[in-house]
């Protein structure tokens, strides 16, 4: 079955960096586009990146654009989230999606359709 499991979650400081890995087992990156998600405590769930099934082609949030990248090991089935510059904002639990729709655009955004398949998540705590 479809299955993905985060990982590379931790404490960083401002500033710092940290790559999240997102392991992808029961189809290939070819199949499901997958997307990175993000929840505070007490916020709503957002979307950050995404990375397509087709091309890879690759979308950020506006927040994150600049910081964070996207990429994906076909070879390893594995997506990942390197994130630079991080700021106290960034702390959430991070989380990976994917589905038949994921990274598709609808209404101005990438994130809105399309994830059926969630991970665990893997916190991200940005502090000094």
């Known amino acids: 079955q479809v299955q993905l499991v985060e990982s590379g979650g931790g404490l960083v400081q401002p500033g710092g960096s940290l790559r999240l890995s997102c392991a992808a087992s029961?189809?290939?990156?070819?199949?499901?586009?997958i997307g990175w998600f993000r929840q505070a405590p007490g916020k709503e769930r957002e979307g950050v990146s995404c990375?397509?099934?087709?091309?890879?082609?690759?979308y950020y949030a506006d927040s994150v654009k600049g910081r964070f990248t996207i990429s994906r090991d076909t070879a390893e089935n594995t997506v990942y989230l390197q994130m630079n510059s991080l700021k106290p904002e960034d702390t959430a639990v991070y989380y990976c999606?994917?589905?038949?729709?994921?990274?598709?655009?609808?209404?101005?955004?990438?994130?809105?359709?399309?994830?059926?398949?969630w991970g665990q998540g893997t916190q991200v705590t940005v502090s000094s």
């Open positions: 990375i397509t099934k087709s091309v890879g082609s690759t």
């Open positions: 999606a994917t589905g038949a729709w994921a990274c598709t655009s609808y209404s101005g955004s990438y994130f809105r359709i399309g994830y059926d398949y």
């Open positions: 029961g189809f290939t990156l070819d199949v499901y586009s």
